[in-house]
Each structure stands twice: as structure tokens, then as C-alpha cells.
């Protein structure tokens, strides 16, 4: 969506608030420090960005990192560049970490592996309550996200909507309002796996075979087992998602 250009009201001038890069600049370095301001909530959406050439006197850099940077940052959606005006922020602040997650999953950054373990006991957490407070709907409700998955066939969007489906509905069952809002706000890296992923041997039935474990812990309200299976299926997630980022493959890796 568009956003309209506001008027800059009390906004510290993004310009002064950058620090030259202290060494020799990529593009993936200057677009970082950018997201790192962005990000900290006080530059408002529709706000212009400093020209390049500021930007560039500011980060001690070539004006070229700095064009490659905000490229990059208007691909992911966070800026908007509009040919004769200038580049504007595009989205509001709750909107940066997920378009954060993804920068750094395509850098490979130490970072965004960090939140993949966090985010591998958050659904360990999220399947252990689940199992102990799901009703015969709730567990009716999971059924049918993993039916749709093995409906899904060669339909790579529906299979992987109906397995981001099934993990948000086990945090949706676990009936704990600040684990459910955290695994929604990172919903963005299962995109993000998605998109990353590749056609390696056993995805789709090693998907399946993990969520149906988790399905019957859930469904026998078992909390060790459920989150026992939680753990191994976040477990080969991440060794298929390391493999897709080593160039293997084109299908999903399983959320």
C-alpha cells in the first residue's frame, strides 16, 4: 500500500543520527545500520529519508552502497523509493521485525539462527500447553490443517498455508495470549522458509510424519510427548532449511 508523504513533526533527522561506518562498507552493512534506526520506532511512515548523498556524507560511504541499500530495503517493502522524490518509509514499526527476519535469513546471519532456537522452545512450549488444554474441537480444528497438507499435493502455497495453519492453531490451543502474539509476529519466517526451501528427498512425508506425531501427542494429552515431538520436528525444519540455503532442492522445508 502507498503511504502519503506526512509532514516531518518533532522527528530526529535520520541524517544526524548515523554514525560512519567505521569500516569499509557493503551494501548488506549500510542497509543494516538503516533498518537498525528504522526499526527503533521514531521515524513515522510516510517520512522522506535524507537524500543519498547525506545519507552517504553520514554513513562514510559511497553513494553507490547507500542507493544499493535502500534498494534492497524497498524490495522487502520497508521503504518506498518514488523516481523524482525520494525514498519514504513505507510501514510502521511493528512491521520491521519480520522484514528484519527475512534481511537476515537471505544474509545468513548469526542472528536470525539465534530467533530459529528460540523460536524451536517457544513451540515446544506452545505443543506441551496445547496437549494439556485441547478439546475434542481444538484437536478437530488441528485434523484438519494436516488433512489440507496432505491434500496439498504438488500445491506448494496450500501445503505450506496449511502447515504455518497447524503451528498457529497449536498456539492458539495453548490458550497463552503472549506465546500466541509472539508466534504470530514471527509468522514471517515460516513465510521466509518457505520461499528459502528446496526439493529435498522426504520433505513432504518427513512434514507430514512430524506434524501427525505432534497431532497425537496432542490429541492423547500427552504435554512430555507433545513436546518431545515438537522438538525433533523443529529439529529436521532446521536441517531442511539449512540444506535449502546450501542449494538444494525446490520445496518446501517444512514449518
Known amino acids: ?141 488441528l485434523e484438519g490443517h494436516l488433512e489440507r497438507m496432505r491434500e496439498a499435493g504438488s500445491d506448494v502455497k496450500a501445503f505450506v498455508d496449511a502447515d504455518i495453519a497447524f503451528h498457529l492453531e497449536t498456539a492458539h490451543i495453548a490458550r497463552n495470549s503472549v506465546l500466541s502474539d509472539i508466534l504470530h509476529s514471527i509468522r514471517a519466517l515460516l513465510q521466509v522458509w518457505m520461499e528459502r526451501a528446496g526439493d529435498i528427498e522426504g520433505t513432504v512425508s518427513g512434514t507430514l510424519c512430524e506434524h501427525g506425531a505432534v497431532l497425537d501427542a496432542i490429541r492423547a494429552g500427552d504435554p512430555e510427548a507433545a513436546d518431545r515431538a515438537m522438538a525433533e520436528h523443529m529439529r529436521m525444519a532446521n536441517v531442511r532449511l539449512q540444506s535449502s540455503l546450501d542449494g538444494e532442492g525446490r520445496f518446501p522445508a517444512g514449518q
Open 1 to 141: 500500500m502507498t503511504v502519503t508523504s506526512q509532514p516531518d513533526q518533532q522527528q530526529p533527522d535520520l541524517a544526524q543520527l548515523l554514525r560512519p561506518v567505521v569500516r569499509e562498507s557493503s551494501v548488506s552493512e549500510v542497509a543494516k545500520r538503516l533498518l537498525d534506526h528504522l526499526s527503533a520506532g521514531n521515524i513515522k511512515p510516510g517520512t522522506r529519508l535524507p537524500a543519498e548523498r547525506q545519507l552517504a556524507e553520514a554513513l562514510g560511504v559511497a553513494r553507490s552502497s547507500v542507493r544499493g541499500a535502500l534498494s534492497a530495503l524497498d524490495v522487502l517493502g520497508i521503504i518506498e523509493i518514488r523516481p523524482g522524490s525520494g525514498s519514504y518509509v513505507r510501514e510502521g514499526t511493528s512491521e520491521f521485525l519480520p522484514r528484519a527476519i527475512n534481511w537476515g535469513l537471505m544474509l545468513g546471519q548469526r542472528r536470525t539462527q539465534d530467533l530459529v532456537e528460540v523460536r524451536t522452545y517457544m513451540e515446544g512450549v506452545s505443543a506441551r500447553l496445547a496437549a494439556e488444554r485441547a478439546g475434542e474441537e481444538d484437536v478437530r480444528r
